[in-house]
């Protein structure tokens, strides 16, 4: 079963992606943490995105998609893949659906997980305390909202309009939320 968690940052994603590859067997597929790995390890790729990724902005779709595409069809994601974080943009949500076609596979659900700015600001405050993300900075994450509410307008009504879309509530505690999340996919297999 391949599936999206789609959400603003600070909307619990991967979160609620780890406790899911546990629970179903699905790998968590995270562009943004792959990004991270690679600035980490200072490859070229890395020291190129890093910048974009400092201000805020999307880094290219041919970098993500490339990422996505190594990663896809793994032996760990052979029960399914979260996409936490992808597609950002509707040129990368053409390129899952023929990778995903290409292995037989196909999307079960793009849950978009809701929850208001407000919250989201306390949360990203909170995570930048615990883990230091350079892009977790006020001024970083104003863009990143931003860029949010432009990418989801382009991406979800190219799901809403496949019928994939479902809505949840992410303001909630995080175990509230995993039990919403299971029974759309329990509902779905
Ligand atoms: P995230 O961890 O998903 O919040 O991603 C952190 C940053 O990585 C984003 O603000 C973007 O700069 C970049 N990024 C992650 N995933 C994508 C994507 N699918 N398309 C473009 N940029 C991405």
């Known amino acids: 079963m391949d599936i999206i968690l789609f959400g603003p940052p600070g909307a619990g994603k991967g979160t609620q992606a780890k406790i899911l590859e546990d629970k179903y067997g699905l790998k968590q597929l ?4 792959m990004l ?9 790729l890395g020291l190129k995105a890093k910048s974009v990724m400092d201000a805020g902005e999307l880094v290219s779709d041919e970098i993500v998609i490339g990422m996505i595409k190594a990663t896809i069809n793994t032996a760990e994601a052979q029960k399914g893949a979260i996409f936490d974080g992808f597609p950002r943009t509707e040129a990368q949500a053409i390129a899952l659906d023929n990778m995903l076609e290409s292995c037989d596979r ?24 615990i883990e230091g993300r350079s ?12 860029a949010y509410r432009s990418y989801s307008a382009e991406v979800l009504p190219y799901y809403k309009a496949k019928n994939l879309h479902q809505l949840v509530d992410g303001a909630r505690g995080v175990d509230d939320v995993t039990i919403n999340l299971c029974q759309i996919l329990d509902d779905l297999s």
């Open 106 to 129: 196909s999307l079960a659900v793009v849950i978009e997980m809701q929850v208001a700015d407000e919250e989201l600001v306390e949360r990203i405050v909170k995570r930048a305390e």
């Open 30 to 33: 995270s562009t943004g943490d």
């Open 135 to 146: 892009d977790d900075n006020v001024e970083a994450f104003k863009n990143r909202l931003a």
């Open 36 to 44: 991270r790995a690679q600035i980490a390890a200072g490859t070229d």
